[in-house]
């Protein structure tokens, strides 16, 4: 066992001697006034507390002996310090944030990639790597984005920081942001995914001076290149056309941030695959109040309003171009529904309310009162 152990205090000793010696050659001046905490990982065990606030210059100014005889520093925690020293030599930051804390060296000269299919780990986003994150937002001038308008669902955002732009973030560090009031784990997971997301986008994006980068939602492009055509062009669209183009991929990005309650009401008021529904059916289906599926509905506006605010825009200039050139009065009505629903006004709502209630009986019209 003391063979063992003097085997392993060499081990250790050399590895150390010779990070050390790679740090100290000049090509890493820059990293060693950051501390040693920068390279470490939350899911790191046995990290030696003691010089986690200390730079590495610090460190590296000592010899191997003098740490090791730190107080609660043992042989477990100097091989921890001796990991987090080669990190700080890696010309890529530390963590995949996918799963696997560490690819074996032959993986990564083999150079093989691994399928993202696992949910993205915060446990795994050192310092380091939340510092590239942030530089790609800052070079991209991204930091007046919302969060709510990059991120992949908005059901697992919560609405209050839907509106929140990247630059609220820019000045914490993950730490940081771990101890901002109301960021649990849920809301800090998603933040750091935010940025991870924006980061592999614009990763091997090139910058060019009279050129600027857009991140948008990818069911905008398509549905935007229909607008515009029909807008500019010489025919009215056809019904089928308005379902396939503009209300489906609505639609499913709806499904993706509001979940599929608010997904098939949206698709049955509109009539998609049947007779539009009037909200006192939908009521009665659900078995609530008209003021509940109001509500729900309702969510169909905030989602656009953070994901596609331009979308109001070009649909008004569509409807515009069909009422002065005269098309066919169900067709019409279908777009004018269509931004009724997604791109409400306070007297889109107030018309609707009318029609419900010009058939309610007097037992109805107590659910209408809770508008």
């Not at 507390?49 to 520093?73: H, K, M, Q, V």
């Not at 509106?163 to 809301?187: A, C, D, F």
Request: hydrophobic content about 40%; proline content about 6%.
């Amino acid at each position: 066992m003391n063979k063992a152990t003097s085997a392993d205090e060499f081990k250790l000793t050399s590895s150390f001697d010779e990070v050390r010696r790679i740090l100290l050659d000049g090509k890493y001046n820059e990293r060693l006034e950051k501390p040693l905490a920068y390279w470490a990982l939350p899911n790191d065990r046995r990290l030696p507390l003691a010089f986690l606030g200390r730079t590495l210059r610090e460190l590296l100014t000592a010899n191997y002996s003098d740490l090791s005889n730190t107080s609660g520093i043992g042989q477990k925690k100097m091989g921890s310090l001796v990991k987090l020293l080669h990190r700080a030599t890696q010309d890529n930051p530390p963590a995949m944030p996918f799963g696997i804390s560490e690819l074996s060296k032959e993986v990564q000269e083999a150079g093989e990639s691994r399928k993202r299919t696992e949910k993205f780990d915060p446990s795994i986003v050192s310092e380091a790597l939340w510092e590239v994150w942030k530089d790609s937002v800052v070079s991209h001038r991204l930091g007046h984005e919302k969060l709510g308008r990059l991120a992949p669902s908005l059901q697992s955002l919560p609405t209050v920081i839907w509106n929140t732009p990247l630059s609220q973030y820019l000045n914490y560090s993950v730490q940081e942001i771990r101890q901002l009031k109301t960021h649990g784990e849920k809301r800090v997971r998603v933040v750091l995914e935010i940025f991870f997301v924006v980061h592999q986008i614009l990763e091997n994006a090139t910058q060019a001076g009279h050129l600027a980068h857009r991140l948008i939602p990818s069911f905008v492009p398509p549905i935007e290149a229909w607008l515009n055509r029909m807008i500019a062009g010489d025919r009215l669209p056809e019904r089928q056309e308005i379902i396939d183009c503009l209300i489906v991929p609505i639609l499913k990005q709806i499904d993706t941030d509001a979940g599929p309650t608010v997904f098939q009401l949206a698709e049955g008021r509109l009539g998609i695959g049947s007779e539009p529904q009037s909200v006192r059916t939908q009521s009665r289906k659900m078995a609530v109040t008209r003021a509940r599926v109001y509500q729900l509905l309702d969510e169909c506006a905030k989602v656009m309003e953070v994901r596609w605010p331009d979308g109001e825009r070009l649909l008004q200039l569509l409807i515009e171009k069909c009422k002065r050139e005269n098309a066919i009065p169900s067709d019409l009505g279908l777009l004018m529904a269509t931004r009724e629903l997604f791109y409400p006004s306070k007297l889109d709502l107030m018309d609707e309310c009318d029609r419900e209630a010009e058939n309610d009986s007097p037992a109805e019209e107590a659910d209408l009162v809770q508008l």
